[in-house]
């Protein structure tokens, strides 16, 4: 089984790049059957999304604005619970726009929440979540928010690569893999 060393830690495949790719052919293309011509604000959530934000905006065929927040809740290989945002650097008009959040990951959901609340406050027409990778079993805001694109529900398991780092390696690896048991 492929495997990748990042300091020490040992990591296996998990997902490849050709079913990430394929996923986010299917998640664009609802995307842009819901949003359409609507001009949409695409916000990414950095430093993880880069990737991800990439390939959507690729294929979203239409005019749409994008924008990047850098926000952090995670220390090592487990999430702090403090969500800090080290950038606050919307430049677009939010009011009456369609916002659509591109998450690389959401785990506890604390990240999320804390950006809802943010952007809600600039009377958006709709916000819509996609997030690549979907961590169900510790979400704690099951019925509080709706995650509209999802690409992959994992397990609880720690997971790097196509954005995703651990201690700040193995963002640019293009399959992901996660954490292999000791
Ligand atoms: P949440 O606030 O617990 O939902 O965590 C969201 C953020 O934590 C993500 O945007 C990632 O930056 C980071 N994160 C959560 N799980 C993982 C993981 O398995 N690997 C790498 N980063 C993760």
Not at 4 to 28: A, G
Not at 148 to 154: A, E, L, R, S, V
Request: proline letters at 3%.
């Amino acid at each position: 089984m492929k495997t990748v060393q990042l300091n020490d830690k040992t990591f296996e495949i998990y997902i490849p790049q050709n079913e990430i790719e394929k996923r986010i052919d299917v998640l664009s293309q609802e995307i842009v059957n819901d949003i359409g011509d609507t001009t949409p604000v695409f916000i990414s959530v950095l430093n993880g999304a880069f990737l991800f934000t990439s390939e959507i905006i690729k294929r979203f065929p239409y005019n749409c604005e994008v924008d990047f927040l850098k926000i952090s809740s995670y220390v090592g290989t487990t999430s702090s619970g403090n969500v800090s945002l080290t950038t606050n650097s919307i430049k677009a008009s939010l009011e009456n726009r369609n916002i659509v959040v591109l998450e690389d990951i959401i785990d506890t959901g604390l990240t999320i929440k804390s950006l809802l609340n943010d952007l809600s406050t600039y009377s958006p027409k709709k916000i819509s979540i996609a997030t690549l990778l979907f961590k169900p079993d510790v979400f704690k805001f099951k019925n509080e928010i709706e995650i509209n694109y999802i690409g992959f529900d994992i397990a609880n398991d720690f997971v790097v690569g196509y954005g995703l780092d651990y201690n700040g390696l193995g963002r640019n690896l293009l399959d992901i893999y996660k954490l292999k048991p000791l």
